[in-house]
C-alpha cells in the first residue's frame, strides 16, 4: 500500500472525518429504525443485518479486486467506508465524481432512514392505535 504524504493534508483529513462520521450516523439510524420496528429482538435482528451487509459487499469487493486498484477506491466509497483510509492525492483525481457522489449519498440514507423512523413512530402513536382498534371491531 502507498501511502503519500498527501493523505494528511487538511482537505483530505476533513473528507475523511466528515466521510466516517456520515457512515457511523447512517448506520446509527438504520439501528435505530429497527429498533422501532415490532418483532422479536428488533435490535439484534439489526445488527445481524448490518453484519451481514458488512461481510457481503466486503466479499464481493475484495473477490473484483476494487481494493486493489487506486481507480476503484472511489466506487468501493459508494458502500462501505474502508476506502476512505486509502484517499490520498494519487485517488482523489481519478474518479472525483464518484467519490463525491459517495458523500453525498450517505446523508441521503440518513434521510431515508429518519423518513423511516418517522413512520414507524406515527404507528405507534395512541391516534394510531385508536383507529387501528375502531378498523379491527368494525
Known sequence: MNR???????????????FFVLWVVRDLQFLQWMNLRRGKYPLVLGFVFL???YVLVNTMLTATKCFDHPDRYAYTSLFVPSPLFLLDGTSWPVNTE????????????????L??????????????VQENAAAVTA
Open 4 to 18: 503519500s504524504s498527501d493523505f494528511w493534508e487538511p482537505k483530505f483529513a476533513v473528507l475523511g472525518h466528515c
Open 51 to 53: 453484519a451481514l451487509f
Open 98 to 113: 464518484v467519490w463525491i457522489t459517495g458523500f453525498v449519498l450517505q446523508p441521503m440514507l440518513v434521510l431515508l432512514f
Open 115 to 128: 423518513w423511516l423512523q418517522g413512520r414507524e413512530l406515527k404507528k405507534l402513536a395512541p391516534g394510531a
